[in-house]
């Protein structure tokens, strides 16, 4: 009965895929297989963005900075991470994460890391949307490459009216306002901070070194997206 009641919405409003909008099949969520084949994956999941890279590297120490695809927009990225973000659909993330966890499974990832810890929105804004992106990603990721999400970490300011400031004075901003609120979580161990978009590197590096600072034995990101 359900299948039939489902076979008939379907008819009036089919499931289309959200890079080329062709009706999907049955169970398939979100994006045909032809648009996943051909998703602008990053090559050896590096961010392949220069001034980004050196400018982390120069600002925290880590030792994998992991990107799954690359931003471009109006791309097929773009619309998952719209859709992710802004339209309650948390299973993109966890879609993306156990995508990009086969990926860094096949390439001998899987004794890297010990936790993954996902950038903490801030309370107010988790309250609203009802989840957190970035940790919908991590769960993905978590659950192929079998280890745990930690929430380890906390945002203090909600960050949102930085638009009209300086770089330099964002990245100050941004340095005071996460916090790590489990120490004792993190502490001696390998962490993979997880976010959903990298774009100037400032939450990387304000969470990398408040990680570091309590004593994590390694720092790695991994995110969705880098934008070029
Ligand atoms: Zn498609």
Partial sequence: MRTYLSDFV????????????????NGVPHICPTCQYNLPKTR???????????????????SHLLAYVHFHKKGIVQKLLHELKYNHKEEIGIMLGR??????????FQNEFDIIVPVPLHPSKFKKR??????????GLAEVLKMEVVNALV??????????KSRIE???????IFEVAEPNLVIGRRVLLVDDVLTTG???????????????????????????
């Fill in 130 to 139: 009802g989840y957190n992106q970035s940790e919908a990603f991590a769960k």
């Fill in 170 to 176: 964002r990245q100050e901003n941004v340095a005071s």
């Fill in 99 to 108: 995508w990009f966890g086969h990926d860094l499974l096949l390439a001998g």
């Fill in 155 to 164: 945002r203090n300011v909600a960050s949102e009216t930085q638009t009209k």
């Fill in 44 to 62: 050896n999941y590096k961010i392949e963005v220069p001034h980004i890279e050196q400018k982390l590297a120069g600002s925290v120490r880590y």
């Fill in 202 to 228: 400032a939450t990387i590096i304000a969470c990398g070194n408040q990680l570091i600072n309590v004593g994590v034995s390694e720092f790695s990101v991994a995110v969705i997206a880098a934008t070029q």
């Fill in 10 to 25: 379907a008819l009036f409003f089919p499931n289309i895929c959200l890079g080329c909008e062709s009706a999907l099949p």
